[in-house]
């Protein structure tokens, strides 16, 4: 990870947040909010959260005509008060807080960056 700079302050404050490495996987997962659950694929974990891709069908389930705006609207709507991870394969479930929302390099849906409430342990 690259240094912040003394004279850049918002690369110093956006600096060193990511407490852990991550790690590359294809994961089958469920992101669950208030009331409702979207079915996605972890793309990447580390001991602190996750990148979750969640695609269009899954958004269109509670918005038809979902694009980005209509994303940040559902992810207010149905996570502000926290979500749960489930992993599927590891019938693992942890609570965690959306983060972050972007659009994918390619293709439709979107990402959620969760960052778990507790940190994974070296058997999870």
């Known amino acids: 990870m690259e240094t912040a700079s003394e004279s850049d302050p918002l690369r110093r404050f956006l600096s060193g947040k990511r407490r852990s490495e991550r790690q590359a996987c294809d994961l089958p997962v469920e992101v669950r909010g208030s009331g409702v659950s979207f079915s996605g694929r972890a793309i990447d974990v580390s001991e602190g959260g996750v990148l979750v891709w969640l695609d269009q069908r899954s958004l269109a389930a509670v918005d038809p005509e979902i694009g980005m705006i209509e994303a940040m609207g559902v992810v207010d709507r149905y996570f502000r008060h926290g979500a749960q991870v489930v992993f599927a394969s ?25 960052r778990f409430e507790r940190g994974l342990t070296a058997d999870e």
């Open 90 to 114: 590891e019938s693992l479930r942890l609570p965690c807080t959306v983060v972050r929302l972007t659009p994918p390099k390619a293709g439709g849906g979107v990402h959620l960056g969760c």
